[in-house]
C-alpha cells in the first residue's frame, strides 16, 4: 500500500510497457516531447473528455466521462475517458448515487491508429479497471480500447495474465521513479513513432548506428 504523495501517473504505465526508457525519460528526467502521435492522442482524448454532459443516462446504460482515478495498492492515479455502467442483477455490481439497483462499470480508453502487437494499451486499461475495483469495491472482467483506425472498440479480458502484467509495470515503474532509474535506450522499430527520440538518442555515434537502422522501417509504419 502507498501513500498519496507516491502514486504516479496511470498513463506512465502505457509508456513503460511501450518502452522503459520513455518511461524513466518521462517520469524520472520530466522529459515531454510532442510529436504528430501524441498531438493525435491528446486531441482525441481532449474530444472524449469535453463531451457534455459527464454523466449521462441511456436507459440501462451510465456513461460517465472524466472520471478520477486512484488505487493505492497499485501506486497510480489518473483520469478514465470513458467508464460505462451497465445495468446487472449481479451482486458484483456497484450501487450509484441517484440511481437505483446495481451497475457493472465497464471502462473505455480511446486510442489513436490502430491495435497494436505490445500489450501497452491493455495495461493501461486493466491499470483502470483495477482503481475502479479498489474505488468501488468490485470486480471487472472487461473493458474496451477503441481505436480510431478502425472506428471500433476491441474488447479487452482482464485475464490474470494482463493482471500480472499491470502489477509488475506498476512495481517496475515505481522502482524507476524512486532510484532515479532511466533505462539506457535500446533502438527498435518503435522508435520511429516515439516523441522523444530526439532526446534520447542525441549522440552523434548513437545517431550513426540508429539513424541506418531506424531508415529501414517504412514511413508509415503503425507502432
Ligand atoms: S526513442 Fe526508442 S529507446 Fe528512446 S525512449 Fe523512444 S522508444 Fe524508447
Redesign the pocket.
Known amino acids: 500500500m502507498r501513500s498519496e504523495a507516491d502514486l504516479l501517473p496511470l498513463s506512465g504505465l502505457q509508456h513503460l510497457v ?5 518511461a ?2 518521462m517520469l524520472v528526467e520530466q522529459i515531454w516531447e510532442d510529436n504528430v502521435f501524441t498531438v493525435q492522442g491528446t486531441l482525441r482524448h481532449r474530444n472524449v473528455h469535453e463531451e457534455s454532459p459527464r454523466r449521462e443516462r441511456r436507459g440501462d446504460l451510465i456513461i460517465v466521462r472524466g472520471l478520477p482515478l486512484r488505487s493505492l495498492e497499485l501506486g497510480v492515479s489518473g483520469v478514465a475517458d470513458v467508464v460505462e455502467f451497465h445495468r446487472t442483477d449481479d451482486a458484483t455490481g456497484v450501487m450509484l448515487t441517484g440511481c437505483d439497483g446495481r451497475w457493472q462499470p465497464f471502462p473505455v480508453e480511446y486510442k489513436r491508429g490502430r491495435p497494436k502487437i505490445h500489450r501497452a494499451d491493455e495495461v493501461q486499461l486493466c491499470a483502470q479497471a483495477i482503481c475502479i475495483e479498489d474505488m468501488l469495491g468490485t470486480r471487472i472482467d472487461k473493458g474496451a480500447l477503441y481505436y480510431g483506425q478502425p472506428r471500433r472498440r476491441t474488447e479487452v479480458a482482464m485475464d490474470d495474465s494482463l493482471r500480472e502484467l499491470t502489477w509488475a509495470a506498476a512495481r517496475r515503474l515505481h522502482e524507476l521513479v524512486s532510484g532515479g532509474i532511466t533505462p539506457p ?4 522499430k ?2 520511429r ?5 530526439e ?3 542525441p549522440s552523434a555515434v548513437q545517431r550513426q548506428r540508429v539513424e541506418p537502422y531506424l531508415d529501414r522501417i517504412a514511413e508509415d509504419e503503425e507502432w
Open positions: 511501450f518502452c522503459e526508457r520513455q524513466g525519460l535506450a535500446i533502438p527498435k518503435e522508435c513513432a516515439c516523441s522523444l527520440v532526446i534520447c538518442l
